[in-house]
């Protein structure tokens, strides 16, 4: 069990061997299975309809270093499909268009309740797939294998252009998908933790 890395089979071994790993097990799944299955929401949301939930990229990280943020723009050109909240990583943005959400909110309960998510494709996208409700990731900010792996198992998760984003919401949005066969298909990490822990503490 010392020093095993656990991680999602999406991801290339050679990407974490290129780090000096070298016992590496793989899980069929992502790491949001790990909540997302068998969950039931936690807080009941009100937005309005058809709920369009935008995510601001987090512009300050690392992995965006040189990236414009344009999903404020993007989210304005959306509003007019439905009920729009942009969700901000920082500072709240004014805007007459949509709503801007000010307080915590338990994100994987409120894109489980939305009628279609944008987002950079981090965490967010993936709860949305996991449960069902369309996902649009913007792929200016890059391909993110965990994302496209999802969208292999008949997930909804699109990976578009920032120039595509409006087609594809009116597309999508509103439409959800039958997850729960597919979802039960897959593992959670914990799962395969806990039976490398018991294996592990049987010899």
Known sequence: MANTLVASEAIPKKLFEAYGAQKIVQFKGVDEVAWIKGSKPSTSYDYGRPLILVRQIEAKAAYACGKDDNTIKLAEKLAHLGSLLFLPRYSKPESKKMAVADSFIDSASLV???DLVVSAGGTISREAALQGTPSIVISDFGQIEVNNYLHSKGFPIFTVNASEAESYAKRYLGKR??????????ESPIDVIAELVSAAAKR
């Open 112 to 114: 489980g309740q939305a």
């Open 177 to 186: 998908f039958e997850v729960q066969d597919k979802l039960g298909k897959l």
